[in-house]
């Protein structure tokens, strides 16, 4: 059972989305629940509700999700690396530029809730073949000294911080249909 990191383990950054996820719990279980939690939240989402935002200036529904599949597959690949002793620094990532150019208002909210299922399975069976050394590996990503199970954690506590903002924030300002 993987639980909460301690500090030391990531950035600072990240207690933001870390903080959020319940003590002694197993992240993986978590990581394994959270496609169908989207997807039930979204249930009676219109396409045209699906691609405005909460305020000016804000990403869409459609686009939040983009992120959250961009950001799982960035702290995935994270966690290969380091895991497997990569010595480089791993890159940031700009998310406002990612979503910018992913162009997710122009794909169907369905397609959109089925990636993100998709490539967190995906991203589980990575994370689930990970021995206690791969876990417990030091790396750098953006410049920063990260542990590879901390990216697991983090994955978990990330999604968790965008279906708060998602239920708070979009859901009580856009009617489902």
């Excluded at 959020?20 to 719990?25: E, R």
């Excluded at 959250?68 to 990569?86: G, H, N, T």
């Amino acid at each position: 059972m993987l639980t909460k990191n301690q500090p030391g383990q990531y950035p600072e950054y990240f207690d933001r989305y870390v903080s959020q996820l319940p003590n002694n719990t197993d992240v993986f279980e978590i990581l394994a629940a959270q496609p169908q939690q989207l997807s039930d939240l979204l249930t009676n989402m219109s396409e045209l509700n699906a691609e405005k935002g909460y305020a000016p200036g804000k990403w869409s529904i459609k686009e939040v999700i983009g992120h959250l599949i961009d950001a799982d597959r960035v702290f995935a690949y994270r966690c290969l690396c380091i895991s497997r002793r990569e010595g480089q620094s791993l890159p940031s990532f700009d998310e406002n530029t990612y979503v910018e150019y992913g162009n997710f208002n122009s794909r169907s909210l369905s397609n959109l809730l089925e990636e993100f299922s998709i490539a967190r399975q995906s991203h589980l069976a990575l994370f689930n073949s990970l021995d206690e050394e791969m876990l417990n590996q030091m790396g750098v990503a953006s410049n920063k000294p990260i542990m590879a199970k901390a990216l697991i954690v983090i994955t978990a506590g990330h999604a968790l911080h965008h279906l708060k903002i998602l239920e708070e924030r979009y859901l009580n300002k856009l009617l489902p249909a």
